[in-house]
T-cell receptor
Framework: AQKITQTQPGMFVQEKEAVTLDCTYDTSDPSYGLFWYKQPSSGEMIFLIYQGSYDQQNATEGRYSLNFQKARKSANLVISASQLGDSAMYFCAMREMESSGDKLTFGTGTRLAVRP | NAGVTQTPKFQVLKTGQSMTLQCAQDMNHNSMYWYRQDPGMGLRLIYYSASEGTTDKGEVPNGYNVSRLNKREFSLRLESAAPSQTSVYFC???????????????FGPGTRLTVL
């Protein structure tokens, strides 16, 4: 079974609108962390936001927020007020502390295109 | 601080040739990682090193060897390159603390390798 599933290979959003990128995960480890990374066309991996399994509140970082629904095992990324520079690949990733330590497992990514 | 650096940026090899990809970090991180990124596959872990002197296999270790030369440097060697190893290779590092702490992985710029 896939540990991280991103079901949207590609998405479009209009500039200035909000967009949600889906991520579901599968783990039996009680301690885990969820990460989102952005990969623009230049290729570098840019960390966006982190959510720990014990965090009570959803993480937010500027225009990025993480809609964490633990019971559903989902960790969707919400980008508010989309900008042209948000066009990129977005990867969801998970750390499972007990079973895999510091290692990250990545999803296959979602390519977001922001339309002017 | 340079962060995570990788050399070379691009490389073309013929089948059967060998080469070593170099990675260095200046953030005094304990953990270092090598990933490969193929279209539609996300990032997959090849090898990682939780601390100086230790290395462990990741998801796709076959055909690769690694050396954690010191705390700063973690190299990836292809002994006999195959076309299936054509990919983009990323090195990353992290602090290696518990999952209770926000602990992102910092990525290098990547090496684009083509094996003919």
């Amino acid at each position: 079974a896939q540990k991280i599933t991103q079901t949207q290979p590609g998405m479009f959003v209009q500039e200035k609108e909000a967009v949600t990128l889906d991520c579901t995960y599968d783990t039996s480890d009680p301690s885990y962390g969820l990460f989102w990374y952005k990969q623009p066309s230049s290729g570098e991996m840019i960390f966006l936001i982190y959510q720990g399994s014990y965090d009570q509140q959803n993480a937010t970082e500027g225009r990025y927020s993480l809609n964490f629904q633990k019971a559903r095992k989902s960790a969707n990324l919400v980008i508010s007020a989309s900008q042209l520079g948000d066009s990129a690949m977005y990867f969801c990733a998970m750390r499972e502390m007990e079973s895999s330590g510091d290692k990250l497992t990545f999803g296959t990514g979602t390519r977001l295109a922001v339309r002017p | 601080n340079a962060g995570v650096t990788q050399t070379p940026k691009f490389q073309v090899l013929k089948t059967g040739q060998s080469m070593t990809l170099q990675c260095a970090q200046d953030m005094n991180h304990n953990s270092m990682y090598w990933y490969r990124q193929d279209p539609g596959m996300g990032l997959r872990l090849i090898y990682y090193s939780a601390s100086e002197g230790t290395t462990d296999k990741g998801e796709v270790p076959n055909g690769y060897n690694v050396s954690r030369l010191n705390k700063r440097e973690f190299s990836l060697r292809l002994e006999s390159a195959a076309p299936s190893q054509t990919s983009v290779y990323f090195c990353a590092s992290s602090d290696g603390q518990g999952v209770a702490f926000y602990n992102e992985q910092f990525f290098g710029p990547g090496t684009r390798l083509t094996v003919l």
